[in-house]
């Protein structure tokens, strides 16, 4: 047993050590966000341990409604809750900018078992959410997700099939299904960008994604310090730091840990001007 300990924990510190390492990369182009981790880090704990009594709970009643539903359905993996992190992180940052009963339009890029569709659709309970997933698996998930993805999709139908009336699937890639709901002109509040773990497909998804929030919109990115692939540049953090740096001072941090979640807060409707379309 022994033996098979040591690997897990080489494993684990070589994952922490290369996402200290992009932390570190990405704060240095972008100091703010190492305080706001802390900051962040800090209020989690605070609620955690129930020194925010009002957060706490808020946060107690969204886990039990969300644990009640999620009892009744078929679940092989548990990422999105296999800690508190998301729940309690989620909830306090959703109460700081809608009512839980506001009729949100979601947005979700990759979907999965429909794990994170549940808790989206617990927690909004007049919301309606537009999954997006091939359902057919990925690269990442031969190495570290359950090998069977052959019923994933009936699996996703019969974890939400308590919301099914407010849940649209829009089955493809996410590379080929956001064009089309551009095309259709369709805008969001709440995007979560969990989709292909590959940094241009990030990047193509979050540039994609940004002109389907709406004002005031929340876009959540999934796995900021995910470090699977040997470079950097393969990685979910490059395309979140490209977007960062693409779209300053269009955006508002509101939670940074292993995700980083941001509000829009300037829309431009940018038009040519005038005097030059005659040079």
């Not at 993996?77 to 009512?99: P, Q």
């Amino acid at each position: 047993m022994a033996a098979q300990a040591t690997p897990s924990l080489l494993a684990r510190i070589r994952w922490s050590s290369r996402s200290l390492g992009l932390l570190l990369r990405i704060g240095a182009e972008h100091p703010s966000l190492l305080w706001r981790l802390f900051t962040d880090n800090l209020r989690y704990l605070l609620v955690k341990l129930r020194f925010l009594p009002g957060a706490a709970k808020h946060v107690a009643e969204v886990r039990s409604a969300f644990e009640a539903n999620a009892e009744r359905g078929r679940f092989q993996e548990i990422w999105f809750d296999a800690t508190d992190a998301n729940i309690i992180l989620w909830s306090v940052t959703f109460s700081k900018v809608f009512e839980r009963n506001d009729k949100v339009q979601i947005l979700e890029i990759g979907s999965w078992e429909g794990r994170s569709t549940l808790f989206l659709l617990t927690y909004f309970t007049q919301g309606h959410l537009t999954a997006v997933d091939t359902w057919a698996g990925s690269a990442e998930y031969e190495y570290n997700a359950t090998a069977n993805v052959r019923d994933l999709e009936s699996r996703f139908d019969g974890n939400v099939a308590v919301f099914k009336d407010r849940v649209t699937k829009r089955k493809g890639s996410s590379l080929h299904v956001l064009p089309q709901l551009l095309d259709e002109d369709q805008k969001f509040d709440v995007i979560y960008v969990d989709g292909s773990h590959v940094a241009d497909d990030v990047l193509r998804d979050s540039i994609a994604a940004w002109d389907m929030l709406k004002q005031a919109g929340i876009l959540i990115f999934d796995d900021f310090l995910w470090m699977c692939y040997p470079r950097f540049r393969a990685n979910p953090g490059w395309a979140i730091n490209t977007f960062l740096k693409y779209r300053a001072g269009e955006y508002k941090v509101l939670n940074a840990n292993y995700q980083l979640i941001l509000q829009k807060t300037v829309t431009f409707d940018d038009h040519p001007i005038t005097d030059f379309l005659s040079v």
